[in-house]
């Protein structure tokens, strides 16, 4: 503290403030940095759940859902509530998703020009 005796007020005040500035922004740095680390979608992108078996709608979630009851509908994905917020029709046995998460994007068809 020797050093800071001979300095006069204002560089103690330029050298504290430069400090403080400093450890705020490290701070800030190691909470940003910590919650990347935590479990977040993005970061759990690359696990495989273990492919379960089918979920299929039951005539009551179809009716909810304005689907025919005479429709084969699997259910992809539920809200927490248990409702279902993804799904796909079956027309096939070959269309039965055994692992969700292995389903890509899904792309609209492209739209005919009109003439």
Do not use: C, H, W
């Not at 969700?100 to 009109?114: D, M, Q, R, T, V």
């Amino acid at each position: 503290m020797v050093l800071l005796g001979k300095l006069n007020s204002k560089k103690k005040l330029i050298i504290f403030s430069s400090l403080a500035f400093i450890i705020i922004i490290l701070l800030i740095g190691l909470f940003v940095f910590s919650k990347k680390g935590g479990l977040s979608p993005v970061a759990n992108i690359d696990r495989q759940p273990s492919a379960s078996a089918p979920d299929f709608l039951n005539k009551t979630e179809k009716a909810k859902l304005g689907i025919s009851s005479n429709l084969k509908v699997q259910a992809l994905g539920r809200e927490a509530n248990g409702e279902v917020s993804v799904y796909k029709v079956i027309n096939n046995d070959s269309d039965i998703v055994t692992n969700p998460s292995k389903i890509g994007p899904i792309s609209p068809p492209a739209l005919e020009s009109a003439k």
